[in-house]
Nanobody
Framework: QVQLVESGGGLVQLGGSLRLSCAAS????????LNWYRQAPGKERELVAQ???????SYVDSVKGRLTISRDNAKNTMYLQMNSLKTEDTAIYYC?????????????WGQGTQVTVSS
């Protein structure tokens, strides 16, 4: 059974840092595009960071310079390092893995982890 398990969410102060982890099992991690999504109450789910199979990364403009996606294929684990956190970063964060040519309906999703930035 393919699975993604997230950890590292919690409550942090404005301007603080947090690192989310997402451990994969049951599939070949290196063959997948990796993504971090987030969803705040009443808003659409938003793609915030992506890591391709060949190592390039991309980010939504609102998190550039503050959030960093990384992957460790040997450990089957992906990370989201979050620095200089703002209240607008408060959301449920979901890790996601998808083969390059597959549709989104076949993507693997984590259960989500809550990140709350206090002020």
């Amino acid at each position: 059974q393919v699975q993604l398990v997230e950890s590292g969410g919690g409550l942090v102060q404005l301007g603080g840092s947090l690192r989310l982890s997402c451990a994969a099992s049951g599939f070949t991690f290196s063959n997948y595009v990796l993504n971090w999504y987030r969803q705040a109450p009443g808003k659409e789910r938003e793609l915030v960071a992506q890591s391709t199979t060949f190592g390039s990364t991309s980010y939504v403009d609102s998190v550039k310079g503050r959030l960093t996606i990384s992957r460790d294929n040997a450990k089957n684990t992906m990370y989201l390092q979050m620095n200089s956190l703002k209240t607008e970063d408060t959301a449920i964060y979901y890790c996601n893995a998808k083969r390059w040519l597959d549709s989104m309906s076949s993507a693997i999703w984590g259960q989500g982890t809550q990140v709350t930035v206090s002020s």
